[in-house]
């Protein structure tokens, strides 16, 4: 399931679905993870649902597949296990405790989840005859999370 030629640029990513893992993983691991056209992914399964995300947290790189699944404000979120950053599995939004304005004056003020913006670029994922194929997205907008495959970081890397 994993292509030969890395297409980073998620613009011009090929678009082919690419069959990751069977559905039977899915529901009993709960997650995969892995390449798919050189872009590395995860598939989670969660309360019915399959959500598909780049697999490199977009604040710092760490592993998104082995973070644990918390429910915010009412929304499913991937707690990064490096430095908690929660973020929701059906848009890819960073959410963050802002202080709400309306209580600055209160000793403390109080908190409420606010959203980032999609920070955390999102595929496609579906399910077809016992089957999880994964589809990249080519969305023009620049997320946070496309650093991961930016010449800047390739050069970062191979400078260290
Ligand atoms: Fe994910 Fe920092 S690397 S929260």
């Not at 490199?56 to 790189?61: D, K, L």
């Amino acid at each position: 399931a994993v292509a030969a030629t890395p297409s980073p640029d998620p613009t011009s990513c090929t678009q082919e679905a690419v069959l990751v893992c069977t559905e039977a993983h899915l529901l009993r691991e709960g997650r995969w993870s892995g390449q798919v056209h050189g872009r590395d992914v995860v598939v989670f399964h969660h309360q019915g649902g399959c959500y598909t995300m780049d697999r490199i947290c977009h604040h710092a790189g760490g592993p998104l597949e082995d973070g644990d699944i918390e429910d915010i404000a009412g929304h499913a979120c991937i707690v990064c296990p490096w430095h908690k950053i929660k973020i929701t599995l059906a848009t890819g939004e960073s959410l963050y405790r802002a202080i709400d304005p309306a209580t600055i004056k209160q000793r403390p003020p109080r908190t409420k989840w606010t959203s980032k913006g999609v920070k955390q670029r999102m595929h496609t994922a579906e399910v077809k005859d016992g089957n999880v194929y994964v589809t990249l997205s080519n969305n023009e907008q620049k997320v946070d999370s496309d650093y991961y495959y930016s010449e800047e970081y390739k050069k970062l890397v191979s400078a260290s």
